[in-house]
């Protein structure tokens, strides 16, 4: 069973940056992605950003430019650095996982969830 912790959030206003992280334990396999989703009140879960331990990267078009998405040396922690935010940012971000190649993270039925953090932009 993989874990996920996440950490970062809170609140920030509109042109701001904010910094999410989510570190991972219970791996038994060299092969996943980690990703991050959002929902927003009284919308759809969304797939914002993947990353995959073969070093392949993706991006929900609303935030392309603005949030990057990194995945340390031990591919055991994933960080969304969000820059230039927006209102519609505001949501409930999810760490997520799951085994399998990169074209896996493109999926979004990941078997791995962390428990979410909020995230609010003023404007």
């Known amino acids: 069973q993989v874990r996920l912790v996440e950490s970062g959030g809170g609140s920030e206003q509109s042109g701001g940056s904010l910094r999410l992280s989510c570190a991972a334990s219970g791996y038994t396999d060299n092969t996943y992605c980690m990703g991050w989703f959002r929902r927003a009140p009284r919308g759809e879960r969304e797939r914002v950003a993947t990353?995959?331990?073969?070093?392949?990267?993706s991006f929900a078009d609303s935030v392309k430019g603005r949030f990057a998405i990194t995945l340390d040396n031990a591919k055991t922690t994933v960080t969304l650095p969000m820059n230039s935010l927006k209102p519609e940012d505001t949501a409930m971000y999810f760490c997520?996982?799951?085994?399998?190649?990169?074209?896996?993270?493109?999926?979004?039925?990941?078997?791995?969830w962390g428990q979410g953090t909020q995230v609010t932009v003023s404007s």
């Open positions: 997520a996982a799951r085994y399998g190649n990169w074209w896996r993270c493109l999926d979004d039925d990941y078997s791995f």
């Open positions: 990353a995959s331990t073969e070093g392949l990267t």
